[in-house]
């Protein structure tokens, strides 16, 4: 008998069947004309998924390296930037930092609650460089106030950036992300998308290409200059993961028919059964994303 295993995490997620399919199906070089028609397709596919005008890159690694990615190219040894941590990977964030040389100031609230928007402003003054936060703090299901972040951050100027993992975000909370400001929005594959892990995203702002020309932290493979010039020319800059993209351009093509088709359909309601599920919540005193739970087995 054939035992198929269910995931209930926040990441990795099910597969999508047809990105099965595509997986097992593509086959093509990465310099050929059939993966640049792949690869095109889908870099202005991802501007849609993330809601976005600004240029979107898809880098072959986790969603730890477009972190690292967005240090390497916004910051300079030397630089201020405020870290907002709530979980385990806002501690991410400090740590990527503090390895880039740059002088870390870090706002923490305890795991399940998120940030007094009145403590960020006070943090936000005009010499910090690089604000890192999360949308949704994967290790609690803490959403934070991203939106409100962003009028903070904006309110400082053009030479403050904002930078937010939305990994556990994307697809499953509303972001604004031009309308609000943020300057790099960053995903990976393997949570609303429905494909393995191994690819990671990111949509980035004008102001944040134009800081990149003057920062000085060592970078090679995470050039996101390189990258986004081979992506004008519809290739990346390394060898992609091109199985992983035709996953993700089947994925992104299922979510494009699910969208039409529910677009005027009334909200699903909560099954009853939900009611009867023990979930056991780590959020105490923060918005929980409405996609992510945690639960805890019963005991007798």
Same mark, same amino acid.
């Given at each position: 008998?054939?035992?198929?295993?269910?995931?209930?995490?926040?990441?990795?997620?099910?597969? %999508?069947?047809?990105?099965?399919?595509? *997986?097992?199906? #593509?086959?093509?070089?990465?310099?050929?004309?059939? #993966?640049?028609?792949?690869?095109?397709?889908?870099?202005?596919? /991802?501007?849609?998924?993330?809601?976005?005008?600004?240029?979107?890159?898809?880098?072959?690694?986790?969603?730890?390296?477009?972190?690292?990615?967005?240090?390497?190219?916004?910051?300079?040894?030397?630089?201020?930037?405020?870290?907002?941590?709530?979980?385990?990977?806002?501690?991410?964030?400090?740590?990527?930092?503090?390895?880039?040389?740059?002088?870390?100031?870090?706002?923490?609230?305890?795991?399940?609650?998120? #940030?007094? %928007?009145?403590?960020?402003?006070?943090?936000?003054?005009?010499?910090?460089?690089?604000?890192?936060?999360?949308?949704? !703090?994967?290790?609690?299901?803490?959403?934070?106030?991203?939106?409100?972040?962003?009028?903070?951050?904006?309110?400082?100027?053009?030479?403050?950036?904002?930078?937010?993992?939305?990994?556990?975000?994307?697809?499953?909370?509303?972001?604004?992300?031009?309308?609000?400001?943020?300057?790099?929005?960053?995903?990976?594959?393997?949570?609303?998308? /429905?494909?393995?892990?191994?690819?990671?995203?990111?949509?980035?702002?004008?102001?944040?290409?134009?800081?990149?020309?003057?920062?000085?932290?060592?970078?090679?493979?995470?050039?996101?200059?390189? !990258?986004?010039?081979?992506?004008?020319?519809?290739?990346?800059?390394?060898?992609?993961?091109?199985?992983?993209?035709?996953?993700?351009?089947?994925?992104?093509?299922?979510?494009?028919? /699910?969208?039409?088709?529910?677009?005027?359909?009334?909200?699903?309601?909560?099954?009853?059964? /939900?009611?009867?599920?023990?979930?056991?919540?780590?959020?105490?005193?923060?918005?929980?994303?409405?996609? *992510?739970?945690?639960?805890?087995?019963?005991?007798?």
């Amino acid at each position: 008998m054939l035992h198929k295993n269910r995931l209930f995490t926040p990441g990795p997620t099910p597969l %999508l069947p047809a990105a099965q399919t595509a *997986m097992a199906s #593509f086959t093509a070089h990465h310099r050929t004309a059939d #993966f640049r028609a792949l690869f095109q397709r889908v870099l202005a596919d /991802m501007k849609e998924f993330i809601g976005t005008h600004n240029d979107v890159l898809v880098l072959a690694c986790s969603g730890t390296g477009v972190m690292e990615a967005s240090v390497s190219n916004l910051t300079s040894p030397g630089d201020k930037v405020l870290v907002l941590t709530a979980g385990k990977f806002g501690e991410r964030w400090t740590g990527l930092a503090k390895a880039f040389g740059c002088n870390v100031d870090v706002l923490t609230v305890p795991y399940g609650e998120t #940030f007094s %928007l009145n403590d960020i402003r006070a943090k936000v003054t005009p010499d910090v460089r690089v604000v890192f936060v999360q949308a949704t !703090e994967s290790s609690t299901g803490a959403r934070h106030d991203v939106q409100g972040i962003a009028k903070i951050v904006r309110a400082n100027g053009d030479d403050t950036l904002l930078v937010v993992d939305a990994i556990t975000g994307l697809g499953t909370t509303h972001l604004d992300v031009d309308a609000w400001g943020v300057d790099v929005i960053i995903g990976g594959s393997q949570k609303a998308l /429905m494909i393995p892990p191994g690819l990671a995203y990111c949509g980035i702002s004008e102001r944040a290409w134009r800081r990149m020309d003057t920062t000085t932290s060592p970078r090679f493979y995470f050039d996101l200059r390189k !990258e986004r010039k081979s992506a004008a020319k519809g290739e990346s800059a390394n060898t992609p993961a091109i199985s992983l993209f035709a996953a993700l351009g089947a994925a992104l093509d299922f979510i494009r028919g /699910m969208v039409a088709a529910t677009r005027s359909a009334p909200v699903a309601a909560i099954p009853p059964s /939900m009611g009867q599920m023990d979930l056991f919540c780590l959020v105490a005193q923060a918005t929980t994303c409405s996609w *992510m739970t945690a639960e805890r087995e019963t005991t007798p």
